[in-house]
């Protein structure tokens, strides 16, 4: 994989297969960060069809990683209050596994599925491990984990507890989960 790519450049990419992926299931979309740099909380807004009214406000996340920076910080992804306001629709989460050839994996989690992965695992980060919640670690930007969308469990080294998946399997990234938006 190529090291020079900008994250900008990443996120770009991503927002882009996420747009032509929604114009291929029939839903139009438009980039909102194109009139507004980094709008807050949304990508892309798209409607359900050419002559609905229905629209949902999408957020894109992009990472060659084994893990997704969302935004916020650990402790915000530990407050479900704090979530409930922040995550206004669904999440798409776009794995680039190649650049070139250009090679990607889609996770599309509805608003609930991505509250709930974000409050159960920081919880479980936080608190659950042999470990003080400092206000340091609480400060210290929240991601999730790769294995958590493909609905694995996860376990440290530092606590026999281990993290439960609330959404177990491989269910966000099957030809029927680009119908999670509209959920």
């Known amino acids: 994989m190529t090291n020079n790519i900008s994250n900008q450049m990443l996120c770009a990419i991503g927002e882009n297969l996420v747009s032509a992926n929604l114009t291929a299931h029939g839903w139009?979309?438009?980039?909102?960060?194109?009139s507004i740099?980094?709008?807050?909380?949304?990508?892309?807004?798209?409607?359900?069809?050419?002559?609905?009214?229905?629209?949902?406000?999408?957020?894109?996340?992009?990472?060659i990683k084994n893990s997704f920076l969302v935004g916020l910080t650990c402790g915000e992804a530990a407050d479900i209050e704090t979530l409930k306001t922040k995550i206004t629709g669904p999440w798409i989460f776009v794995h680039i596994k190649?650049?070139?050839?250009?090679?990607?994996?889609?996770?599309v989690l509805p608003r609930q599925a991505v509250i709930d992965l974000l409050y159960y695992g920081h919880d479980w980060y936080l608190n659950q491990?042999?470990?003080?919640?400092?206000?340091?670690?609480?400060?210290?930007?929240?991601?999730?984990?790769?294995?958590w969308l493909k609905g694995e469990n996860d376990k440290s080294n530092k606590s026999s507890i281990q993290f439960l998946n609330p959404y177990p399997g491989d269910i966000f990234r099957t030809g029927s989960a680009w119908d999670n938006i509209w959920k």
């Not at 139009?28 to 194109?34: E, F, G, L, Q």
Request: proline share 6%; glycine share 4%.
């Open 98 to 107: 190649s650049l070139i050839p250009l090679e990607a994996t889609y996770y």
């Open 28 to 34: 139009p979309s438009a980039n909102v960060n194109h």
């Open 37 to 63: 740099k980094n709008f807050q909380g949304i990508d892309i807004l798209c409607q359900r069809g050419l002559d609905s009214t229905e629209v949902v406000r999408i957020q894109v996340k992009t990472s």
């Open 129 to 147: 491990w042999n470990r003080p919640a400092t206000e340091t670690l609480k400060k210290s930007p929240a991601a999730l984990s790769l294995k």
